[in-house]
């Protein structure tokens, strides 16, 4: 019997700073999950890395005990699984080994996500399903660092990322205990110089009352607000001077004890924000990185799934290193055409279009650094680099296949796809096999083609090419792709060309 969706059972595992987190939950037909099981573990994972810069063993233990119960349970419920860590293991000098053990006794690829993927997969969870029009500004306040994301509908238009958390700020500065009043004010000071050097100083077109969705957000907002989820930037202030006159024991009437010893460099932080964005309120909302990385994980089952942020920030990327934009567009336009017609011959899931998409866009930013050998510097760059809306996994098989894009052909004994699995060997040989006949395709940097249809018939490919100028150059170059095309996919490519 097929298995439908509302049968698969996703699950997000969040390595936080101050906790670890596990959400297993069913997508159900309205966009919606229903959630099936849920656990919190405040093993700290932060605890000492931001003074020491090394997770301590005896965190290392309690870390890799939660993430082998998750393990277990992800795999009774035969869930497909994303596990991202966040600050804690982006600073940690041993973050290998935690990822090693995670794979070997825990039996998880945990991913260490860059602050600004944090960023928009927290923006994703918050925003799921809001009005395309609306505008809204997440920010989320984690242990060791804050994300701030502006947005329209579900889609981000700017992400930020602060290496200022509640767990870094109290190692700081001790805010545990009983704070006097000149350490509140350095503090305070602190905060507002790390978010003044990230954030700009003025947000145009963003409302004055922001959505906060962490879990040190929502107690904070809970305790100083007067009704409701919603605090005033006032009521802010007013609730971390109270806070700080406390002693240890009184915080903890008030939250649980794995908050209660973090709340005041939390409350700082978010006072620091509201100042900084000027805003009137903060709403706390249930939701954040876990439910962005549910809605991602079906998103990526469904083959209508938006990839706009991501060619979003490829664009971004290369015109950062002064791509030609045009011929890098024509490039992709022409390589999605043969995927899309030639879905028979590849026989490549859907997922992997986007990865073709942005390793054509990227292929050649390496001529920023050297034309010479400018596939070996773009393959460098790319897995240097961070690009929103790609695991690290998928960045690097979009690494190999622009490396690819000329000179050596992907051969599975070339050292140049040393690392990769069987299937990434496959992947990488046919996406960067379209990559090449593109690139071929345009190999003036003129766009003489305006359209192309390719279709497979027997044991050849005929590809139409609609152009609007000779392409002489681009069909005797594309002639020595053929040969290529023919190892991978079996099949003979032919070409027609329609003047207009």
């Given amino acids: 019997m097929?298995?439908?969706?509302?049968?698969?059972?996703?699950?997000?595992?969040?390595?936080?700073?101050?906790?670890?987190?596990?959400?297993?939950?069913?997508?159900?037909?309205?966009?919606?999950?229903?959630?099936?099981?849920?656990?919190?573990?405040?093993?700290?994972?932060?605890?000492?890395?931001?003074?020491?810069?090394?997770?301590?063993?005896?965190?290392?233990?309690?870390?890799?005990?939660?993430?082998?119960?998750?393990?277990?349970?992800?795999?009774?419920?035969?869930?497909?699984?994303?596990?991202?860590?966040?600050?804690?293991?982006?600073?940690?000098?041993?973050?290998?080994?935690?990822?090693?053990?995670?794979?070997?006794e825990a039996g998880l690829n945990l991913e260490i996500v860059s602050g600004r993927e944090e960023a928009r997969l927290i923006c994703l969870g918050v925003l799921h399903g809001k009005p395309p029009s609306a505008r809204s500004l997440c920010i989320d306040i984690g242990g060791g660092s804050t994300e701030v994301a502006s947005a329209v509908g579900e889609q981000p238009t700017d992400l930020w990322s602060i290496a200022l958390g509640a767990v870094r700020l109290t190692e700081l500065f001790g805010s545990d205990a009983r704070l006097p009043l000149k350490q509140l004010n350095a503090m305070r000071q602190y905060a507002n110089e790390a978010i003044r050097k990230r954030l700009p100083s003025r947000l145009d077109g963003v409302p004055r009352r922001a959505l906060g969705s962490s879990g040190n957000i929502r107690a904070i907002v809970s305790y100083a607000a007067e009704e409701g989820p919603h605090a005033s930037a006032k009521n802010l202030s007013r609730a971390v001077e109270e806070l700080v006159a406390m002693s240890p024991s009184e915080r903890r009437t008030h939250f649980e004890p794995g908050r209660?010893?973090?709340?005041?460099?939390?409350?700082?932080?978010?006072?620091?924000?509201?100042?900084?964005?000027?805003?009137?309120?903060?709403?706390?909302?249930?939701?954040?990185?876990?439910?962005?990385?549910?809605?991602?994980?079906?998103?990526?089952?469904?083959?209508?799934?938006?990839?706009?942020?991501?060619?979003?920030?490829?664009?971004?990327?290369?015109?950062?290193?002064?791509?030609?934009?045009?011929?890098?567009?024509?490039?992709?336009?022409?390589?999605?055409?043969?995927?899309?017609?030639?879905?028979?011959?590849?026989?490549?899931?859907?997922?992997?279009?986007?990865?073709?998409?942005?390793?054509?866009?990227?292929?050649?930013?390496?001529?920023?650094?050297?034309?010479?050998?400018?596939?070996?510097?773009?393959?460098?760059?790319?897995?240097?680099?961070?690009?929103?809306?790609?695991?690290?996994?998928?960045?690097?098989?979009?690494?190999?296949?622009?490396?690819?894009?000329?000179?050596?052909?992907?051969?599975?004994?070339?050292s140049g796809m040393k690392g990769l699995s069987r299937g990434e060997v496959n992947l990488v040989r046919k996406l960067a096999t379209l990559l090449r006949v593109a690139d071929s395709l345009?190999?003036?940097?003129?766009?003489?083609?305006?359209?192309?249809?390719?279709?497979?018939?027997?044991?050849?490919?005929?590809v139409t090419l609609h152009t609007k100028a000779p392409v002489d150059l681009e069909l005797w170059d594309v002639e020595h792709e053929a040969a290529n095309f023919k190892r991978v996919f079996r099949r003979k490519l032919v070409f027609r060309v329609l003047r207009h």
């Fill in 260 to 414: 209660a010893d973090i709340v005041v460099a939390g409350s700082v932080i978010l006072e620091a924000l509201a100042q900084h964005l000027k805003l009137e309120s903060v709403t706390a909302v249930d939701r954040g990185l876990r439910d962005g990385i549910l809605v991602e994980l079906m998103r990526r089952r469904s083959e209508t799934r938006s990839d706009r942020w991501l060619l979003q920030a490829a664009t971004g990327l290369g015109q950062r290193f002064q791509v030609d934009e045009d011929h890098a567009r024509q490039v992709a336009k022409i390589a999605l055409a043969m995927f899309d017609g030639l879905g028979e011959v590849h026989r490549l899931p859907s997922t992997s279009r986007p990865l073709l998409e942005v390793a054509a866009l990227l292929h050649d930013i390496g001529n920023a650094v050297s034309y010479d050998r400018h596939h070996r510097h773009t393959y460098y760059l790319i897995t240097h680099a961070d690009i929103p809306g790609l695991v690290e996994r998928e960045r690097e098989i979009v690494a190999r296949v622009a490396r690819y894009h000329r000179r050596s052909f992907p051969d599975p004994r070339h």
């Fill in 2 to 104: 097929r298995r439908t969706d509302h049968d698969t059972v996703l699950a997000a595992i969040d390595v936080g700073s101050n906790s670890v987190k596990l959400e297993l939950a069913r997508p159900l037909p309205d966009g919606s999950f229903e959630t099936i099981h849920e656990e919190r573990d405040p093993v700290r994972p932060g605890e000492r890395v931001f003074t020491t810069g090394k997770i301590p063993p005896e965190v290392a233990e309690r870390l890799l005990s939660a993430l082998r119960r998750y393990g277990a349970l992800c795999r009774r419920f035969g869930a497909r699984v994303r596990a991202v860590a966040t600050s804690a293991l982006r600073e940690a000098r041993n973050k290998e080994e935690i990822l090693r053990r995670a794979r070997v």
């Fill in 442 to 462: 345009d190999r003036g940097h003129h766009q003489p083609v305006h359209q192309v249809r390719a279709v497979a018939n027997g044991e050849s490919v005929f």
